[in-house]
């Protein structure tokens, strides 16, 4: 009976023995898979943080380009302003970017081509000089209406 109950305690100290040799290792394997973690995630904002510099790099190009390119445009604005006949600096012709039609003269004035048009015995011409009809005309002063859509 001593035997036995010698070896039931010799199993049982095996065991708990054998538990604890393996918690400890599990805890060993914890402590390493921590490490493996946190240089992982060190490594992965480390690649995030470059990820974030080359992108703000990049929207600071685009946005350095943009104003490049909306500089131009306006300058390209200003340019277009100033080749269009003196009249044309009148206010009321600022805002509105459609053709001017002079209904008395029965002449048109197409500012995207800075051209007059206008019949001539019953043909259409194009024009970029000021038509014999409007020469002694203050085209400040004169009736106009402004159109959009036209086939000119």
């Known amino acids: 009976m001593r ?3 010698a070896y039931l305690i010799t199993l049982v ?16 394997g914890k402590k390493s898979y921590k490490k493996e973690y946190y ?19 990049a929207l600071k190009k685009y946005h350095k380009e943009r104003q490049k390119a909306y500089k131009k ?17 009148h206010g009321r012709y600022k805002n ?7 209904p008395a003269y029965k002449t048109y ?4 081509n800075r051209r007059y048009v206008y019949k001539n015995r019953n043909k259409w011409v194009r024009s970029s000089s000021l ?5 002694n005309v203050d085209l400040g002063r004169v009736q106009v209406q402004f159109l959009s859509r036209l086939p000119i």
Do not use: C
Request: no cysteine; hydrophobic share 30%; proline share 4%.
């Open 39 to 57: 240089k992982k995630k060190s490594k992965q904002s480390k690649a995030y943080a470059k990820y974030l510099k080359k992108e703000q790099k």
């Open 96 to 102: 509105n970017h459609g053709y001017v039609y002079f």
């Open 13 to 28: 100290f095996i065991f708990f023995a054998f538990q604890s040799v393996q918690a400890q290792s599990y805890h060993k």
């Open 3 to 5: 035997n036995k109950v």
């Open 73 to 89: 445009m306006v300058k390209n604005q200003r340019k277009a302003r100033r080749n269009h006949p003196s009249w044309y600096g």
């Open 131 to 135: 038509p014999t009809v409007l020469t």
């Open 109 to 112: 004035y197409d500012p995207h």
